[in-house]
Every structure is written in C-alpha cells, then in structure tokens.
C-alpha cells in the first residue's frame, strides 16, 4: 500500500511542474498586460523586470502555503489516504481547469480554482465518511469536517473584487485623465512628480504589504512599524517620491510615467509569485508533509489522522526556487500566456479594431441603458464643463501605424498598476481574499472606460468580452467544485487503477489542448495570412496589395480543386477542409474591407485615387471568396446527404475545368509574387477562351438533361458550380484588368511616411 502512496507523490510532483506551467501562463495577464499595452518599453526589458519579480516573489511564499493545508477543510477529521485521494483529486482538475481556460485565452483565478477544488474534494470525501461508517452522522455534521467561513468569504470577495475594482478604476482613472489629459508630456513637472509620488508610494508599499511580509528576511521592526503607522509611512513615502521624481525630470529629463509602469510591473509579478505560488505547488508539498509524518508513525494510512498539518510548516527553500525558475522560463515561451495577455489588452485597447468577442443580449442592453444614462447626466452638467472635459479627452493623432501603435497611453498603464496595488494592499491588510487576476482585470476594464476607449462603435463587443470572462470566472468556481468532487470519488473507490486512468486521460488532454493550441498559433502566423495596405498611393497600393492577390489565388486554387476532388471522389472530409479553408479566407477579405476606414485616413490628398483602386480590389475578392464559398458549400451539401454521385463525364468536364483554372492560377500567382505586372496583359489575351470553356460546358450539360439526365438534384448541382465557375472567372478577370489599367511602371510607388 506504500507503494501506492509514493505512485501519489511522484505523480503530485509531475502534476506540481505542469501547474506551474498552465498556471502561469494564466496569470501572466496580472502582471504583464499594462507593460505590454502601453509599450512603455521593449518586449525584452518588459519581460526580464517580470521574471526578476516572479522570482523574488517565489522566494518570499512560504508562509502561504497554509492555505492548501488547512485554510479550506479541517485536516485532523481526515485520515491520511483520504487526505491524499482530496490532494490528488484537486491537482487532477486544477491543470486540467487551468490548461482549459489558457487553451480559450481567457484569464481566470487560480486561487478560485485551487480553494474550490479543495472544498469539493473535501466535501466528496467528507460525506463519503459521513455515509459509510455507520455512526449516525447527518449532511448536517458536514460543518466538522470543513471551513464553511473561509469559502463564505472567498464567494464575498469575487463579487466585491469584480465591482469594487471595475468602479474605483473607472473613477480614477476619469480623475487623472481630466487633470493630465492625453497631452500630460506637455504639462508642469509638478503635475508629473506628484502623480508619480502617488503610484510609486502606493506600488511600494503594495511590494511590502503584499509582496514581502511573508518573507523570513524581513525584519520584524519594520513589520511592526507598517502594522502600527501605516498612515506615517505612506506619507514620508508620498513626500520623498514625489521630491526624487521632480528632481528626476527636472536634472535627468527621466521618463517618470515609463518608470511607475516598469516598477508597477515588476511589484505585481513579485506579488503574483509570492501570493500565488501556493495555488501550484501547496497542495504537493502539503501531501509531501503529510506522508512524511505518516511514514514515521507506523500507523494504517486509513487511521491515521492528519492533525498535524493544522500545525505551521516551513516550505524548503530549494523547492521555491526550482519553482520560480520553472514559473520564470515559462513566462518566457509560453505562447498560452501571451494568448491571454491579448484578450486582455484587446478589450481595453484605445482604438477600434477587429473584436473577438461576439455582442449578445445583455451587452447590447447595458450599453443601451449606459448610454441613455450618459445622456442624462450630460443633461444636467454645466456646458462649459463639458466642453472642457471633452477637451481633455481629445486624443492625439498617432505618428505611427495601427499596428504598431500602442493600445493605451502611460497614464492608464500607470494608473491600473496603482490601483490595483492598493486595491489588493488594502484588502491584505484587511485580510480580505481578493482575487490578483479579478483585480487587475476589471481595474484594467474600468480604466478603459473611463477613458473613452469603449466608444459607440465598439462598446458592444467590449463589454461582451467582459461579461465573457467574468462569466468564466463563476464557471471556474462551480466546474473547479463539482470536477474536484468527481475525480475524489473515482480515486478514493477506484485506488491505484483509477489513479493511473486519470493521469493517462489528464496527459492525453493536455497534449491534445497543446497540439491544438500550437496548430491554432500556426495557422495565424502562415505564410498565406492576408496583410492590409497602408500605401498612400496607387502605384504603392498595387505594389504592396500584389502579395495578398498571390495568397488570394493560391489559397483560392487549392480550395476550388479540393471541392471539386472532393466531389469526384465522394470524400466528405476533404470537404468539410475545404468549407472551413474558405471561410476563413473570406473573414480575412472581410477583415481587409473592414480596414478601409483606416486606409483612406492615411491617404495623402493628392493620392485619393488609391481609394477607389483598393476599394475595386476588395470588392472583387469578396466576389471570389463568395463564389468558392458557394462551391465548396453545395459540394459538400450534396455529398453529407448522400445524393447519388455526378456521371463519370460531368465529373471529367468538372476536371478539365479544374486544370484549367489551376493554369489560370498560378500564372496570376506568379505574375504577382514576382510583381510582373506586364504578363498580366498576357493572360487577359486568354479571357474569352476561358469563358468559351465554362459556356462550351454549361452547353453539353443542357443537351445531357433534355436527352439523358434523370437526376434534378445532379443537375442542380453541376449548373450551380458551372454559373459560379463562371461568376468566379468574372472577378478573376475583373480584378486583372483593374491591375492592368491602373499600374504604370514609370511612377515609383509612394507609401506612408512615419517620420516626423
């Protein structure tokens, strides 16, 4: 049976390194999205300030390991192999929990995950016990066994968390906006130093308060001196940091907003490691604890009560390091934790642009009722207030593209990080169990806001993504409870074959989410992804859009052979590859029409004629996206309700066409790869033999069905692809002869200026 317990060890241990890994990936988000957003600095400073924190914060959370050993149930109520089937029970679903969220993109809290997963494996076991011994307990004596008042308040602290951080950032971030507005490089560096005293005196004493009090190097004096003067100590801190940051811009002409936002960084990664490592790795050495205590006493796991991890352990520094050296290396080349990061920085991101998130219902009604109640306090505002506050808010126009430009400003990157700080300073000393990832989320949200980002042509899609994921956050609470419940019961009946199933499952479930997150990843960075145009000419507009017609035509070419081969050849799967390749071909055309807004802005005013090439171009790929669509989607309709297959020389006719066409293609996709413009003369010289081919062919098929076509459905279909075909040459030929007409090889191409 011992054996059986050390299996559990080595296994916790595994399950320990890749919890780290997924759960890091996860609440890289916390720490990281206001650096990234703002680009305040380079990826690398950003990156290296991080992993410093995260491992000064590894080595600072001993004491937190606490809450995995009796912060959520009584551990002296347990045996010691029920103890170990609740710690298996909850690592199981953690990484699988955690890997499921990272997968989606979607930040969540791993201190939710870890306290209700212990609390359903918990209350599985518990009445499990309660059930089988035979003493007369009831459901009622399930309060012995677990810590009802610690999951009260973690319940309390999500819905406080998620309003009181949203508001209190929408408020503060209005405040600061209002005083520096967007030009706060132009104001007096008073105004500076005395912004930078606030966020710098809040995020250091946030690095104490939150960061380092569980740390056995610090001092017990200066404990006690925060404990008993707090107000004295935020004062003297406000007084000498707003001195050094005037004599900082004043002497050194230092960048005082890229500073908080790199010290704010670097305070949220040591507090993230210091706070959260227990969630990866307390459970692990929680059971590490209690098997050693159990091995010395000789006794039947099964009577073994576990009083002593009720009693207070000290974790071996060596194991906080080899974990904030594992939590460092994946915040370098966790593709998941950047995915995450996006979602947050998309939805407070200051200009419009493609949403991720879909509107629905409740995001349509609130941003109704928001606006109606806008409008009614605007009402009974004073005009010359108004008038100044939208002044304030006017926002500069950027001197570089979209793509490179940044997703907020440095005063909204400074003010998530302070208040989130004191946010979560506040609610430590309060000894409060506010959620890090539920913090800075919605303080991030509120400041995005309150500062105008959420305008009416985005604020629907904005606030669905919001609803998104703190709707996923409850999700993780109730699935984190009743996953943990289920894998408690299956290993405490199942021993050690159940434990090798789930393991098994849980390794198939992560390489399964890994492969498909990495193919996911691949397919945004292939070499076929469309690019838009941001050429200010039409010489440079034809040059710049040659590589996206390439992508286009061979995209287009495989996705019309493999309809037509899927048709021959009645093979369902390579049409079902050929509706899905379609479809995100024409999101990407969509995706380019809807950037014309934003082209024709950065068009020069002697350059307008771009517009209206760029806009013909657009328009005849969606009219080729929408003909291979119709193609691909009648082919596979036909085929999934098993109609009887087209004659052998309709099939043939359809496969001449094919080559045809492949022809057609790839003398287009070199003509433009290659920018040989001239040769497209060339291949419009073949224009009417093409269409002689598809008239020549819709001909015979007219004579097949008068004379011998006995199936309406076969000749449905084949007209259908014929007149598409026909309709898709038309487009092809179309968008030729706009390139043929409007390219002169004796203008050099002109593109956007981002000197200034």
Same mark, same amino acid.
């Given at each position: 049976?011992?054996?059986?317990?050390?299996?559990?060890?080595?296994?916790?241990?595994?399950?320990?390194?890749?919890?780290?890994?997924?759960?890091?990936?996860?609440?890289?988000?916390?720490?990281?999205?206001?650096?990234?957003?703002?680009?305040?600095?380079?990826?690398?400073?950003?990156?290296?300030?991080?992993?410093?924190?995260?491992?000064?914060?590894?080595?600072?959370?001993?004491?937190?390991?606490?809450?995995?050993?009796?912060?959520?149930?009584?551990?002296?109520?347990?045996?010691?192999?029920?103890?170990?089937?609740?710690?298996?029970?909850?690592?199981?679903?953690?990484?699988?929990?955690?890997?499921?969220?990272?997968?989606?993109?979607?930040?969540?809290?791993?201190?939710?995950?870890?306290?209700?997963?212990?609390?359903?494996?918990?209350?599985?076991?518990?009445?499990?016990?309660?059930?089988?011994?035979?003493?007369?307990?009831?459901?009622?004596?399930?309060?012995?066994?677990?810590?009802?008042?610690?999951?009260?308040?973690?319940?309390?602290?999500?819905?406080?968390?998620?309003?009181?951080?949203?508001?209190?950032?929408?408020?503060?971030?209005?405040?600061?906006?209002?005083?520096?507005?967007?030009?706060?490089?132009?104001?007096?560096?008073?105004?500076?130093?005395?912004?930078?005293?606030?966020?710098?005196?809040?995020?250091?004493?946030?690095?104490?308060?939150?960061?380092?009090?569980?740390?056995?190097?610090?001092?017990?004096?200066?404990?006690?001196?925060?404990?008993?003067?707090?107000?004295?100590?935020?004062?003297?801190?406000?007084?000498?940091?707003?001195?050094?940051?005037?004599?900082?811009?004043?002497?050194?002409?230092?960048?005082?907003?890229?500073?908080?936002?790199?010290?704010?960084?670097?305070?949220?990664?040591?507090?993230?490691?210091?706070?959260?490592?227990?969630?990866?790795?307390?459970?692990?050495?929680?059971?590490?604890?209690?098997?050693?205590?159990?091995?010395?006493?000789?006794?039947?796991?099964?009577?073994?009560?576990?009083?002593?991890?009720?009693?207070?352990?000290?974790?071996?520094?060596?194991?906080?390091?080899?974990?904030?050296?594992?939590?460092?290396?994946?915040?370098?080349?966790?593709?998941?934790?950047?995915?995450?990061?996006?979602?947050?920085?998309?939805?407070?991101?200051?200009?419009?642009?493609?949403?991720?998130?879909?509107?629905?219902?409740?995001?349509?009604?609130?941003?109704?009722?928001?606006?109606?109640?806008?409008?009614?306090?605007?009402?009974?505002?004073?005009?010359?207030?108004?008038?100044?506050?939208?002044?304030?808010?006017?926002?500069?126009?950027?001197?570089?593209?979209?793509?490179?430009?940044?997703?907020?400003?440095?005063?909204? =990157? *400074?003010?998530?990080?302070? @208040?989130?700080?004191?946010?979560?300073? /506040?609610? %430590? &000393?309060?000894?409060?169990? $506010?959620? #890090?990832?539920?913090?800075?989320?919605?303080?991030?949200?509120?400041?995005?806001?309150?500062?105008?980002?959420?305008?009416?042509?985005?604020?629907?899609?904005?606030?669905?993504?919001?609803?998104?994921?703190?709707?996923?956050?409850?999700?993780?609470?109730?699935?984190?409870?009743?996953?943990?419940?289920?894998?408690?019961?299956?290993?405490?009946?199942?021993?050690?074959?159940?434990?090798?199933?789930?393991?098994?499952?849980?390794?198939?479930?992560?390489?399964?989410?890994?492969?498909?997150?990495?193919?996911?990843?691949?397919?945004?960075?292939?070499?076929?992804?469309?690019?838009?145009?941001?050429?200010?000419?039409?010489?440079?507009?034809?040059?710049?859009? =040659? *590589?996206?017609?390439?992508? @286009?035509?061979?995209?287009?070419?495989? /996705?019309? %052979? &493999?309809?037509?081969?899927? $048709?021959? #050849?009645?093979?369902?799967?390579?049409?079902?590859?050929?509706?899905?390749?379609?479809?995100?071909?024409?999101?990407?055309?969509?995706?380019?029409?809807?950037?014309?807004?934003?082209?024709?802005?950065?068009?020069?005013?002697?350059?307008?004629?771009?517009?209206?090439?760029?806009?013909?171009?657009?328009?005849?790929?969606?009219?080729?996206?929408?003909?291979?669509?119709?193609?691909?989607?009648?082919?596979?309709?036909?085929?999934?309700?098993?109609?009887?297959?087209?004659?052998?020389?309709?099939?043939?006719?359809?496969?001449?066409?094919?080559?045809?066409?492949?022809?057609?293609?790839?003398?287009?996709?070199?003509?433009?790869?290659?920018?040989?413009?001239?040769?497209?003369?060339?291949?419009?010289?073949?224009?009417?033999?093409?269409?002689?081919?598809?008239?020549?062919?819709?001909?015979?098929?007219?004579?097949?069905?008068?004379?011998?076509?006995?199936?309406?459905?076969?000749?449905?279909?084949?007209?259908?692809?014929?007149?598409?075909?026909?309709?898709?040459?038309?487009?092809?030929?179309?968008?030729?002869?706009?390139?043929?007409?409007?390219?002169?090889?004796?203008?050099?191409?002109?593109?956007?200026?981002?000197?200034?």
């Amino acid at each position: 049976m011992e054996n059986l317990y050390l299996y559990m060890l080595a296994a916790l241990a595994f399950l320990a390194i890749a919890d780290l890994v997924v759960g890091v990936s996860n609440d890289a988000v916390n720490f990281l999205n206001s650096a990234i957003g703002s680009k305040a600095v380079s990826f690398k400073t950003i990156m290296i300030v991080a992993s410093i924190g995260v491992a000064v914060g590894a080595m600072t959370s001993s004491g937190m390991m606490e809450v995995a050993r009796k912060g959520i149930f009584n551990p002296g109520e347990f045996m010691f192999d029920e103890i170990m089937v609740i710690f298996m029970a909850v690592m199981l679903t953690d990484i699988l929990l955690l890997d499921f969220f990272n997968t989606l993109g979607l930040p969540t809290s791993t201190t939710v995950s870890i306290v209700f997963e212990l609390l359903g494996a918990s209350v599985a076991v518990a009445l499990i016990k309660i059930y089988a011994d035979g003493s007369g307990q009831n459901i009622t004596d399930l309060t012995n066994y677990i810590n009802n008042s610690k999951a009260i308040e973690i319940i309390l602290g999500i819905l406080l968390s998620v309003v009181v951080a949203f508001t209190i950032g929408a408020i503060i971030q209005y405040v600061s906006r209002i005083l520096l507005s967007f030009k706060f490089e132009e104001k007096p560096i008073w105004y500076s130093a005395i912004f930078s005293g606030f966020a710098v005196t809040s995020i250091m004493y946030f690095i104490i308060v939150k960061g380092l009090k569980n740390a056995t190097f610090m001092p017990l004096s200066i404990k006690e001196f925060l404990s008993t003067n707090p107000v004295a100590f935020i004062s003297i801190n406000f007084l000498v940091f707003t001195l050094l940051s005037y004599l900082a811009v004043k002497i050194f002409n230092a960048k005082i907003y890229t500073i908080i936002i790199v010290i704010g960084t670097f305070a949220l990664a040591v507090a993230f490691a210091g706070n959260d490592l227990v969630n990866f790795i307390g459970v692990p050495i929680a059971a590490w604890n209690s098997y050693e205590v159990w091995s010395a006493s000789g006794i039947e796991a099964s009577k073994y009560g576990m009083i002593a991890l009720g009693e207070p352990v000290q974790t071996e520094p060596y194991l906080l390091l080899i974990a904030g050296l594992i939590m460092v290396l994946t915040l370098w080349f966790s593709s998941k934790a950047k995915a995450v990061v996006k979602t947050s920085v998309d939805l407070a991101r200051q200009d419009e642009g493609k949403e991720r998130f879909n509107p629905n219902f409740l995001s349509r009604n609130i941003v109704r009722l928001t606006i109606g109640l806008s409008n009614s306090i605007n009402s009974i505002l004073l005009e010359s207030y108004r008038k100044w506050t939208d002044k304030q808010f006017i926002k500069p126009v950027p001197v570089v593209s979209a793509q490179d430009a940044p997703a907020f400003d440095l005063v909204r =990157a *400074a003010v998530n990080l302070m @208040v989130a700080s004191v946010l979560i300073s /506040i609610a %430590t &000393s309060m000894k409060l169990p $506010l959620s #890090t990832t539920y913090v800075t989320f919605m303080v991030t949200m509120g400041t995005s806001l309150a500062d105008r980002a959420w305008g009416s042509e985005s604020a629907v899609y904005r606030v669905a993504g919001v609803l998104n994921v703190i709707g996923g956050w409850f999700f993780t609470a109730f699935s984190a409870f009743v996953a943990a419940s289920i894998m408690a019961i299956i290993l405490f009946y199942g021993k050690g074959y159940a434990l090798t199933a789930l393991i098994v499952v849980a390794i198939m479930l992560l390489a399964k989410n890994y492969l498909s997150h990495r193919k996911k990843s691949q397919v945004l960075k292939e070499e076929d992804e469309l690019q838009k145009s941001e050429s200010s000419s039409t010489q440079g507009v034809i040059h710049e859009s =040659a *590589a996206t017609i390439a992508k @286009v035509v061979k995209r287009g070419n495989r /996705i019309y %052979t &493999s309809a037509i081969n899927g $048709l021959a #050849t009645q093979n369902l799967a390579l049409l079902k590859t050929s509706k899905k390749q379609i479809l995100k071909l024409s999101t990407e055309v969509d995706e380019l029409r809807d950037n014309i807004f934003y082209f024709i802005k950065n068009l020069e005013e002697p350059s307008l004629s771009a517009s209206n090439f760029y806009i013909n171009i657009l328009g005849y790929l969606q009219d080729i996206t929408q003909s291979l669509e119709y193609i691909s989607k009648v082919s596979h309709k036909h085929v999934n309700n098993n109609h009887k297959k087209l004659k052998f020389s309709q099939i043939k006719e359809l496969k001449d066409l094919d080559e045809q066409l492949e022809t057609l293609f790839a003398e287009m996709q070199s003509a433009f790869e290659s920018r040989s413009f001239e040769e497209i003369g060339a291949i419009l010289n073949n224009k009417s033999q093409m269409f002689n081919v598809v008239k020549e062919k819709i001909q015979k098929q007219v004579e097949r069905t008068r004379n011998e076509e006995s199936s309406p459905k076969n000749t449905t279909l084949y007209f259908g692809l014929l007149l598409e075909t026909k309709d898709l040459l038309t487009a092809t030929m179309n968008l030729l002869e706009e390139y043929f007409n409007s390219h002169d090889s004796s203008v050099e191409p002109a593109t956007i200026s981002t000197e200034d």
